[in-house]
T-cell receptor
Framework: DGGITQSPKYLFRKEGQNVTLSCEQN?????MYWYRQDPGQGLRLIYY???????QKGDIAEGYSVSREKKESFPLTVTSAQKNPTAFYLC??????????????FGEGSRLTVL | SQQGEEDPQALSIQEGENATMNCSYK?????LQWYRQNSGRGLVHLIL?????REKHSGRLRVTLDTSKKSSSLLITASRAADTASYFC??????????FGKGTKLTVNP
């Protein structure tokens, strides 16, 4: 089945630790995105990548880092510099490099809790 | 930077009734999309309407777009308990980024 797989689904972290959230897609999509969702809020864009080995900061990139070494994979690292990391993280992809022309496909999300 | 604002924030109806959600935005757009999110899950794309379109249908969904009023509405007809979810509008306005509203939480009571 084609789709986007995020792991882990739930993650607990102690303050000061870096954690990496995995996002893999087998849809052969060029563009991939990371969003953060807080309770009762919309989605805010963290980073996006339109092509392998290239990525751009979104609206709330501080305290996060990404890589795009393979078309299928777009991992997100939440660093200790992120002051309020507890949130629901969503990865998405789109077939077109420009999402002016199409829809986003989302994974099931990863819920990060800082203890 | 929030572009779309959904209204109402929450809506509770009985099964079989119609549900209408609205989205207002501030700047001109290329297209507007509606997504559904079941609790604790990812978002699912419902429908995309382009700036030169006024209405689109998909099954029990009807979306309208009024660019002069900078608003869109999503109508779900003959609602079912399984339609219980949050519904988000998302807009593109020139940049490569899709901007989401805060969503409308719909509860359909059996």
């Amino acid at each position: 089945d084609g789709g986007i797989t995020q792991s882990p689904k739930y993650l607990f972290r102690k303050e000061g630790q870096n954690v990496t959230l995995s996002c893999e897609q087998n849809l052969n999509h060029d563009a991939m995105y990371w969003y953060r969702q807080d309770p009762g809020q919309g989605l805010r864009l963290i980073y996006y990548s339109q092509i392998v080995n290239d990525f751009q900061k979104g609206d709330i990139a501080e305290g996060y880092s990404v890589s795009r070494e393979k078309k299928e994979s777009f991992p997100l690292t939440v660093t200790s510099a992120q002051k309020n990391p507890t949130a629901f993280y969503l990865c998405a992809s789109s077939a077109e490099r420009s999402i002016n022309t199409g829809e986003l496909f989302f994974g099931e999300g990863s819920r990060l809790t800082v203890l | 930077s929030q572009q779309g604002e959904e209204d109402p924030q929450a809506l509770s109806i009985q099964e079989g009734e119609n549900a209408t959600m609205n989205c207002s935005y501030k700047t001109s757009i290329n297209n507007l999309q509606w997504y559904r999110q079941n609790s604790g899950r990812g978002l699912v794309h419902l429908i995309l309407i382009r700036s030169n379109e006024r209405e689109k249908h998909s099954g029990r969904l009807r979306v309208t777009l009024d660019t002069s009023k900078k608003s869109s509405s999503l109508l779900i007809t003959a609602s079912r308990a399984a339609d219980t979810a949050s519904y988000f509008c998302a807009t593109i306005s020139g940049s490569e980024k899709l901007v989401f509203g805060k969503g409308t939480k719909l509860t359909v009571n059996p």
